[in-house]
């Protein structure tokens, strides 16, 4: 059961909504000067972006021109409200981003599945990057596959590298009942281990950055040379084949999976290993092309056939296609070269929580349903201060 709370005069919220999870975070700027509450401003933010608006100029427009209706929903007392510049300081100097990062990834806990699928991956905020520089600001986030909204990201330091950032960014997250998956970046013995040790599995791509269990997996999977008179070994490889037709191609995959190297890989729980052969025929040109990738899980056979893992190898993209995509292309997120402080990172995580407000309320047309919340803003408002469930 929700309860409401009155927060002073004019506003009122419920327990476990996004508006009481903000009034946790502790304001960096001096009490003299101070106009906004720290919380009203990130509300006036979220609601901006979910009404279309990425940048501060864009969010402060937005705002003003519902000010009225604003104003009295959320107890602001100033007539007038914040400008651009506002926006700028607060995002950038005022949110200490790692406790941000933890309140949004705290808030969206409790909306994933118990035997939810996490994606990890790292992403790079190309207008932080600097005339002459090859590298900017770069995140590593951890997906809810199911729920569509990130449970954990932090900045990958510019000593450090996404191997050395995934226990940091898996850290506050349980783990019992979930299955890791991530590229061959992640492919790592003490990684591999301290996922399952944690309670979950893992499920990993593996390429040449490990060498040794590549050539293992593909020997394996590789035709066997079978001596005059003698009769091929027996196999305990399982398959299945998938097709879809769509965008002029047809794709097949065929994944095929053993349990044969468990006795003899040195690899930390290992429970399978997989061969995932994907043809596409391009149908106007009639012209087919193959693809032969592997992969390793720590899920047994008994846990996971081949037709779920096709289903966790397919999903962990989800995490390119309805996140990373989203923020670039939907929300502009590279464009953005804000230059105070951090707040380029402030804004990709109000990225990430607003996709993942409208992930949760079944929005998949992101584009279409931030012209929805900018025509009702009272909707808008509603998923800020109602819980969501």
Same mark, same amino acid.
């Given at each position: 059961m929700n309860y409401t709370i009155a927060a002073g005069p004019g506003v009122e919220f419920e327990v476990n909504s996004l508006y009481e999870a903000l009034l946790k975070l502790g304001?960096?700027?001096?009490?003299?000067?101070?106009?906004?509450? @720290?919380?009203?401003?990130?509300? @006036?933010?979220?609601?901006?972006?979910?009404?279309?608006?990425?940048?501060?100029?864009?969010?402060?427009?937005?705002?003003?021109?519902?000010?009225?209706?604003? $104003?009295?929903?959320?107890?602001?007392? $100033?007539?007038?409200?914040?400008?651009?510049? #506002?926006?700028?300081?607060?995002? !950038?100097?005022? /949110?200490?981003?790692?406790?941000?990062?933890? /309140?949004?990834?705290?808030?969206?806990?409790?909306?994933?599945?118990?035997?939810?699928?996490?994606?990890?991956?790292?992403?790079?905020?190309?207008?932080?990057?600097?005339?002459?520089?090859?590298?900017?600001?770069?995140? +590593?986030?951890?997906?809810?596959?199911?729920?569509?909204?990130?449970?954990?990201?932090?900045?990958?330091?510019?000593?450090?590298?996404?191997?050395?950032?995934?226990?940091?960014?898996?850290? !506050?997250?349980?783990?019992?009942?979930?299955?890791?998956? !991530?590229?061959?970046?992640? #492919?790592?013995?003490?990684?591999?281990?301290?996922?399952?040790?944690?309670?979950?599995?893992? +499920?990993?791509?593996?390429?040449?950055?490990?060498?040794?269990? $590549?050539?293992?997996?593909?020997?394996?999977?590789?035709?066997?040379?079978?001596? +005059?008179?003698?009769?091929?070994?027996?196999?305990?490889?399982?398959?299945?084949?998938?097709?879809?037709?769509?965008?002029?191609?047809?794709?097949?995959? #065929?994944? #095929?999976?053993?349990a044969l190297l468990n006795a003899t890989s040195d690899w930390p729980y290992l429970g399978q290993v997989f061969q995932l052969v994907r043809q596409v025929r391009y149908l106007k040109a009639d012209k087919t092309t193959c693809q032969v990738s592997y992969a390793i899980t720590s899920l047994p056979s008994s846990a996971a056939s081949p037709t779920r893992l096709l289903d966790l190898h397919r999903h962990h993209w989800a995490i390119e296609n309805k996140l990373h995509y989203c923020r670039d292309v939907t929300f502009h997120e590279d464009a953005c070269q804000l230059a105070i402080g951090h707040a380029a990172q402030t804004i990709a995580v109000l990225n990430n929580l607003v996709l993942g407000l409208l992930r949760l309320r079944g929005f998949s047309a992101i584009a279409a349903a931030r012209r929805r919340f900018s025509a009702h803003a009272a909707e808008a408002l509603a998923l800020v201060l109602y819980a969501l469930a």
């Amino acid at each position: 059961m929700n309860y409401t709370i009155a927060a002073g005069p004019g506003v009122e919220f419920e327990v476990n909504s996004l508006y009481e999870a903000l009034l946790k975070l502790g304001d960096k700027r001096k009490a003299r000067g101070k106009r906004y509450a @720290l919380a009203s401003v990130l509300t @006036l933010s979220v609601l901006a972006k979910l009404g279309g608006e990425d940048t501060p100029t864009g969010m402060a427009e937005w705002v003003s021109h519902r000010a009225e209706d604003l $104003r009295a929903s959320l107890g602001l007392k $100033r007539e007038r409200m914040p400008h651009a510049v #506002t926006y700028r300081r607060i995002l !950038g100097q005022a /949110v200490d981003i790692e406790e941000l990062e933890q /309140v949004v990834g705290r808030f969206f806990q409790a909306c994933q599945a118990k035997t939810e699928q996490l994606a990890m991956d790292g992403k790079t905020l190309r207008g932080t990057i600097e005339t002459g520089q090859t590298r900017g600001v770069h995140l +590593l986030a951890v997906y809810a596959v199911r729920a569509g909204v990130v449970l954990s990201q932090v900045n990958v330091l510019s000593k450090e590298n996404e191997i050395s950032a995934a226990p940091k960014v898996l850290a !506050g997250i349980e783990l019992g009942g979930k299955v890791v998956s !991530g590229d061959a970046m992640f #492919t790592q013995r003490d990684l591999s281990g301290y996922i399952v040790e944690a309670g979950g599995q893992y +499920l990993w791509t593996v390429k040449d950055n490990q060498p040794g269990l $590549r050539a293992d997996i593909q020997r394996l999977f590789g035709p066997e040379k079978v001596p +005059l008179g003698s009769s091929a070994l027996r196999t305990d490889f399982q398959s299945v084949t998938s097709t879809v037709k769509g965008h002029g191609r047809l794709e097949t995959h #065929t994944l #095929t999976t053993s349990a044969l190297l468990n006795a003899t890989s040195d690899w930390p729980y290992l429970g399978q290993v997989f061969q995932l052969v994907r043809q596409v025929r391009y149908l106007k040109a009639d012209k087919t092309t193959c693809q032969v990738s592997y992969a390793i899980t720590s899920l047994p056979s008994s846990a996971a056939s081949p037709t779920r893992l096709l289903d966790l190898h397919r999903h962990h993209w989800a995490i390119e296609n309805k996140l990373h995509y989203c923020r670039d292309v939907t929300f502009h997120e590279d464009a953005c070269q804000l230059a105070i402080g951090h707040a380029a990172q402030t804004i990709a995580v109000l990225n990430n929580l607003v996709l993942g407000l409208l992930r949760l309320r079944g929005f998949s047309a992101i584009a279409a349903a931030r012209r929805r919340f900018s025509a009702h803003a009272a909707e808008a408002l509603a998923l800020v201060l109602y819980a969501l469930a």
